[in-house]
């Protein structure tokens, strides 16, 4: 039971370059979530995903997009990154849309925008 | 809307000393409360939650946590840490009203010495 994996751990993109961020889990959850902390800001929530099939935006949802391809699968994508989108994102998901169910988090990724 | 706020960003103690990670939250209703633990490089895990009932909760690893509405506070405490409680701490609050989305706090970096 791997939980919640993320690909890649590392990426360095430079500025107008495209790429998607991947996210799986095994835990049959519904729902899945994409954050970024960035120092100082503790993590902000960028889309979420309540079950297979709806995606909404969070916090701060500019410059990204995101696939919800199935119900273990959620991916962001970067279509023109830029310097500001430096950051490390984690994918996090939990059984249901309730309030109190726990959420679990992926190891993130470390995106450099150069 | 909800929000968090976190009144130490750095909390350096000596191994064995007892802490206190202080958090304070905004909210116009009924609040689900959480402390998450961030180790070096890894990403974050569940320490403790108050959902209803018992102020005191208790944790993982020997962490526990009050809930104080008049206060509108949700510090976390041990009495004696160790050398591997070193790792950053995040408080965070879902509102229960938005497929339960967490508004994090920005962070406090617990630093245990020898």
């Known amino acids: 039971n791997a939980g919640v994996t993320q690909t890649p751990k590392f990426q360095v993109l430079k500025t107008g370059q495209s790429m998607t961020l991947q996210c799986a889990q095994d835990m049959n959850h519904n729902s899945m979530y994409w954050y970024r902390q960035d120092p100082g800001m503790g993590l902000r929530l960028i889309y979420y995903?309540?079950?297979?099939?709806?995606?909404d935006k969070g916090e701060v949802p500019n410059g990204y997009n995101v696939s919800r391809l199935n119900k273990r699968e959620f991916s962001l994508r970067l279509e023109s990154a830029a310097p500001s989108q430096t950051s490390v994102y984690f994918c996090?998901?939990?059984?249901?849309?309730?309030?109190?169910?726990?959420?679990?988090f992926g190891p993130g990724t470390r995106l450099t925008v150069l | 809307a909800q929000s968090v706020t976190q009144l130490d960003s750095q909390v350096p103690v000596f191994e064995e000393a007892p802490v206190e990670l202080r958090c304070n939250y905004s909210?116009?209703?009924?609040?689900?409360l959480f402390w998450y633990v961030q180790y070096p490089n890894q990403g974050l895990q569940l320490l403790l939650k108050y959902l209803s009932g018992s102020t005191l909760v208790k944790g993982i690893n020997g962490f526990e946590a009050e809930f104080n509405k008049s206060q509108t506070s949700f510090h976390l405490r041990k009495p004696s840490v160790h050398i591997s409680d070193t790792a950053e701490y995040f408080c965070a609050v879902s509102d229960g009203t938005s497929y339960g989305k967490l508004t994090f706090g920005q962070g406090t970096i617990l630093t245990v010495h020898p």
């Open positions: 909210s116009s209703v009924s609040v689900y």
């Open positions: 996090a998901s939990k059984t249901t849309g309730g309030a109190t169910d726990t959420q679990y």
């Open positions: 995903s309540a079950s297979e099939g709806t995606t």
